[in-house]
């Protein structure tokens, strides 16, 4: 199974300012790497897909990046509504491994 | 708009069994693989089980293999989740997910989710 790292687990950044978030896959997943946003009580919320393709109605202030083993997800100009916990996914095989999600949290 | 709600969630003691359904709407349901995730109490997220577009394909989690069944009707638009041998680890909240694919497979609409608590 592929096992997802993903860090720091937890984060506090302040409105305005920019923060990445990493994830470290066991094997090369060749970009097939999706990112989620989850807020309290809420379900998860697909963000990008394909490690950089961006969901349709996404704030163009997320961005993706990586290959092979090492991804990232950066967040710019925070606003009050991104802080929540974001997870990675495996998404190349079965078993769609996740993350252990990383919580955004207000400085 | 698509919509997915989950029902059949509660509480049962170990051993027992439980079905979930999901019920989706605003999109042609049999076009599409569905799943269900699951996320324990304050924990993250774990893909349970995955059902191809006629359901003649399915995939699970190591942790449910053997106990959990997917399965779908496409007439009534509906995914279900046999939950057989329950145990204390299975206590969560079950999120029905509809798949898609580009560059990945990923979920990207999410049903409300309903708990399930297993405990005697």
């Known amino acids: 199974d592929i096992q997802m790292t993903q860090s720091p687990t937890s984060l506090a950044a302040s409105v305005g300012e920019s923060v990445t978030i990493t994830c470290l896959a066991s094997?090369?997943?060749?970009?097939?790497l999706v990112w989620y946003q989850q807020k309290p009580g809420k379900s998860p919320q697909l963000l990008i897909y394909?490690?950089?393709i961006l969901e349709d109605g996404i704030p163009s202030r997320f961005s993706g990046s990586g290959s092979d083993t090492q991804y990232s997800l950066k967040i710019n100009s925070l606003q009050p509504e991104d802080f929540a916990s974001y997870y990675c996914?495996?998404?190349?095989?079965?078993?769609?491994?996740f993350g252990s999600g990383t919580k955004l949290e207000i400085k | 708009e698509v919509q997915l709600v989950e029902s059949g969630g509660g509480l049962v003691q170990p051993g027992r069994s439980m079905k979930l359904s999901c019920a989706a709407s605003?999109?042609?349901?049999?076009?599409?693989?569905m799943a269900w995730v699951r996320q324990a109490p304050k924990k993250g997220l774990e893909w349970v089980a995955s059902?191809?577009?006629?359901?003649?394909?399915?995939y699970y989690g190591d942790s449910v293999k053997g106990r959990f069944t997917i399965s779908r009707d496409n007439a009534k638009s509906t995914l279900y989740l046999q939950m057989n041998s329950l145990r204390s680890e299975d206590t969560a909240t079950y999120y029905c997910?509809?798949?898609?694919?580009?560059?990945?497979?990923?979920?990207?609409?999410w049903g409300q989710g309903v708990m399930v608590t297993v405990s005697s």
């Open positions: 996914q495996n998404g190349l095989s079965t078993p769609f491994t």
């Open positions: 059902i191809s577009y006629e359901g003649s394909s399915t």
């Open positions: 997910a509809r798949h898609g694919y580009y560059s990945a497979y990923y979920f990207d609409y």
């Open positions: 394909g490690a950089t």
């Open positions: 094997e090369d997943i060749y970009g097939s």
């Open positions: 605003g999109f042609t349901f049999s076009d599409y693989y």
